[in-house]
């Protein structure tokens, strides 16, 4: 079983510690640059002109202006995506909700629905750079 010794990679330690504050952090801070700069290599390679003629014959002739249809399109999908998310956020907030976010909290303990599995490293790492966890 190699879990532990996964997350003890990962972690660098046996626990949330500054190395793995200072881990995720980096990659927090890194990781949208990485991938803006991923997402403009691929516009590149896509709109390479004569990217996809191996012959070299020109085909301009069969090129149909497509933008503002294309354009269009994206723009009404992205709206309509809006109005549903702002449809959601303000007629219906506690839709998606967790009815454990009403009880009242313990500061004395954690709560018995948090587990301590990795995919609350960034929940631990948070609280561990609070200083004083009483004072806000």
């Given at each position: 079983?190699?879990?532990?010794?996964?997350?003890?990679?990962?972690?660098?330690?046996?626990?949330?510690?500054?190395?793995?504050?200072t881990r995720f952090f980096a990659f927090h801070f890194i990781l949208p640059f990485i991938i803006t700069?991923?997402?403009?290599?691929?516009?590149?390679?896509?709109?390479?002109?004569?990217s996809n003629n191996p012959t070299g014959i020109p085909s301009d002739t069969d090129k149909i202006p497509?933008?503002?249809?294309?354009?269009?399109?994206?723009?009404?999908?992205?709206?309509?995506?809006?109005?549903?998310?702002?449809?959601?956020?303000?007629?219906?907030?506690?839709?998606?909700?967790?009815?454990?976010?009403?009880?009242?909290?313990?500061?004395?303990?954690?709560?018995?629905?948090?587990?301590?599995?990795?995919?609350?490293?960034?929940?631990?790492?948070?609280?561990?750079?609070?200083?004083?966890?009483?004072?806000?």
């Amino acid at each position: 079983y190699i879990g532990t010794n996964l997350v003890e990679w990962i972690w660098g330690g046996f626990s949330v510690d500054k190395a793995t504050l200072t881990r995720f952090f980096a990659f927090h801070f890194i990781l949208p640059f990485i991938i803006t700069a991923l997402a403009m290599v691929h516009l590149l390679f896509l709109h390479e002109t004569g990217s996809n003629n191996p012959t070299g014959i020109p085909s301009d002739t069969d090129k149909i202006p497509f933008h503002p249809y294309y354009t269009i399109k994206d723009i009404l999908g992205a709206m309509l995506l809006i109005l549903a998310l702002m449809l959601l956020v303000l007629f219906m907030p506690d839709l998606l909700g967790d009815p454990d976010n009403y009880t009242p909290a313990n500061p004395l303990n954690t709560p018995p629905h948090i587990k301590p599995e990795w995919y609350f490293l960034f929940a631990y790492a948070i609280l561990r750079s609070i200083p004083n966890k009483l004072g806000g």
